[in-house]
């Protein structure tokens, strides 16, 4: 039995089950003689540029990957397989594998212990450079055939895409982070995930029992007979807990005075919308299109994309349904368009600065969602926006998409609701402003903590820096709600703060009229809403903002 | 012919508790790159020496705390480029020293 730990979770729930430990370390190379040694040396280098890409990103939250990065660029390995390939006629792969074996043996042969450890490391990147050499990345869980927790070095969104979501237990990276992707997929979807287990690989192997306790952040690999008994039990125990919450679910979202507000889902596919309607949202308070372009070999097409808004549409019946307009570049590309080298890409290239600069992408979404509109309660949600011309110029372009499907003689809900989202410091000062021209409003948290702060959520040095319920954070909340409120247009959350437990009562207490978030925590959240009095919940969110500090607010908590 | 040939070279000691280990070893070479010189290191107490661009071969020299090194360059910013890797194990190549 072996047990490991990780500080930050994000998920909750338990998994018992065997691994499957997605493979990227096992690969053994064909070997052939080539004739062709221009084009092994250039796939050599160009899996090369992609192992440093990845490590560069990588080395700036972990300094492991630092030593990493240096170990891809390094000059003897690279000669050393050059020269296979020129001298010996060695494939790429081959070569690749003998020079990594001859140089892991060097350091495992060493005394030092430390040292012998560094075998690791270069056998680590050999690994890397060696899967994209071969392109191995491809739909790695497609293989999967029974109930198991998946163990990966990392999954990015074009792997999950394939999972069957039914056989997946546990999720559980060595690398990725709580902000990360494959995290916050994984508690849409309610699987108990753990991420960036220090170790992982090292320890877990295919077949191995493994318990999964999500919300203590605990990994126990091949536990012994009694531990396996307490989790089966504490499993069981926190199944009818959510079971007794899923009930509730289905009573209307009000406090206990009475005072209602909505609870809303944020979902990224139709799956998610399935699991909303089933959680029993009131609606979907931010529908991220970006996944279906992240999908898809090539910009997805207006009538693919109506298809999928449509069917959205319908299964949330009359509840209303935000579709949020392409969110892309920052830390999500396309693999089939080139953003550019980006120091920033956070303040870049990015959501309505692309589609303002490129409005044939624009209008595709922009046309689609107008004709699904007609199918349910659709409403356009901007993303990113930083001043009045940037909504006046998306306004624009909706218009004139509104004139050719009348000329076109396509219908469309000619009254749809328009909002935007506030999620930079120069929404949130200009909101008074925004509010006279917007339908409504709905704060990301996420990206507004970030950006207040000035605070990178991914990076781990800082990370417990990134505070959603910081004074400054708070006071810009309050800000805009007030504003959105004077000029009579709901505001509503869809940060993942909207889901949190802790933050349930001062943001009630806030004035939000609409929660968005996570359909796995609607049930929890609404239990907490139920048992909350709108007045004293107002009177704590004024204490939080009086409060220098943050502690102070969780101490107030019930 | 061989006295026209000009190797610039200097000696120091290895402070870092943990001795020139991975992520030293990494800043180090990506100081040495930056230089267009022929730059080795030489542990002085085994004699071997390694291309100073090359974290593997680095590695394999077992520069542990207390080992002697030289760092010897050939080329245009030879003299520059032994100084600042002189100065940079001299201050622990920016690890903090404990």
Request: hydrophobic share 40%.
């Amino acid at each position: 039995m072996k047990t490991l730990c990780v500080d930050r979770t994000y998920s909750a729930g338990f998994a018992i089950a065997r691994a499957y430990v997605v493979q990227d370390s096992s690969i053994s190379a064909d070997k052939n003689y080539i004739d062709d040694i221009d084009g092994h040396l250039f796939r050599f280098q160009a899996a090369v540029d992609k192992a440093i890409e990845a490590l560069t990103l990588l080395s700036k939250t972990d300094d492991v990957f630092f030593a990493h990065l240096e170990i891809a660029q390094d000059p003897t390995l690279i000669k050393g397989v050059q020269s296979k390939i020129q001298k010996e006629y060695k494939n790429a792969e081959w070569a690749l594998e003998e020079t990594v074996r001859s140089f892991a043996d060097l350091f495992l042969q060493m005394d030092d212990e430390y040292l012998r450890a560094r075998g690791s490391d270069v056998l680590d990147v050999g690994h890397r450079i060696m899967m994209n050499l071969k392109g191995i990345d491809d739909k790695p869980l497609s293989g999967m055939s029974e109930r198991a927790v998946i163990a990966a070095r990392d999954l990015t969104p074009s792997d999950t895409v394939h999972m069957d979501r039914y056989l997946v237990e546990g999720i559980l990276t060595e690398e990725s982070s709580v902000t990360s992707h494959v995290s916050i997929m994984a508690k849409n979807l309610g699987i108990p995930a753990l991420v960036a287990v220090k170790g992982l690989l090292e320890n877990v192997h295919n077949g191995d029992l493994v318990i999964i306790d999500a919300q203590a952040g605990i990994l126990i690999i091949d536990p012994d007979e009694d531990t396996e008994k307490e989790y089966i039990e504490k499993k069981e125990a926190w199944e009818k807990r959510t079971q007794k919450l899923n009930k509730l679910a289905s009573l209307p979202s009000v406090t206990s005075d009475g005072k209602e507000i909505r609870l809303y889902a944020n979902v990224g596919s139709i799956t998610d919308i399935e699991q909303a309607v089933a959680c029993h949202a009131d609606g979907v308070g931010l529908f991220r299109t970006e996944l279906l372009y992240m999908e898809q070999q090539d910009f997805p097409s207006e009538d693919m994309q109506y298809e999928i808004y449509k069917h959205a549409a319908e299964l949330l019946g009359g509840k209303e349904l935000i579709i949020r307009t392409l969110d892309i570049g920052g830390d999500k590309g396309l693999p089939y368009f080139d953003f550019g080298k980006e120091d920033n890409p956070f303040l870049g290239y990015r959501a309505i600065r692309l589609c303002l600069d490129r409005p044939d992408i624009f209008k595709t979404q922009l046309r689609a969602i107008l004709r699904a509109s007609c199918h349910g309660n659709v409403s356009i949600m901007y993303p990113m926006i930083i001043s009045i011309n940037e909504l006046d110029t998306a306004n624009a372009l909706l218009e004139t998409c509104k004139k050719e499907l009348d000329t076109e003689g396509v219908q469309y809900n000619a009254n749809v609701s328009i909002g935007m989202m506030i999620e930079t410091p120069a929404a949130v000062i200009l909101s008074e402003r925004f509010a006279k021209k917007a339908d409504f409003f709905s704060i990301g948290t996420n990206d507004l903590t970030q950006y207040m702060l000035a605070v990178d959520r991914g990076n781990n040095r800082i990370s417990h820096m990134y505070q959603p319920l910081h004074p400054a954070v708070l006071q810009a909340i309050s800000h805009v709600i007030q504003a959105g409120h004077k000029y009579n247009i709901p505001v509503g959350i869809c940060g993942e703060l909207a889901g949190d437990v802790n933050a349930c009562e001062v943001l009630i207490g806030l004035g939000f009229d609409e929660l968005s978030m996570s359909p796995s925590a609607i049930a929890e959240i609404k239990q907490v809403l139920r048992d909350t009095d709108a007045g004293k919940a107002k009177h704590l969110a004024e204490i939080a903002l009086a409060d220098d500090t943050i502690s102070n607010i969780k101490i107030n908590k019930r | 012919m061989k006295g026209l040939i000009t190797i610039f070279e200097r000696k120091t000691t290895i402070i870092n508790k943990s001795g020139l280990h991975a992520r030293p070893a990494a800043t180090f070479v990506s100081e040495s790159k930056k230089f267009d010189s022929t730059i080795m290191i030489t542990n002085l107490d085994t004699g071997m020496s390694a291309d100073a661009k090359s974290i593997l071969l680095i590695l394999t020299l077992s520069l542990t705390k207390g080992t002697n090194v030289a760092i010897s360059a050939e080329g245009s910013d030879e003299v520059e480029a032994v100084n600042q890797l002189i100065s940079l194990i001299d201050i622990g190549v920016g690890e903090e020293s404990k």
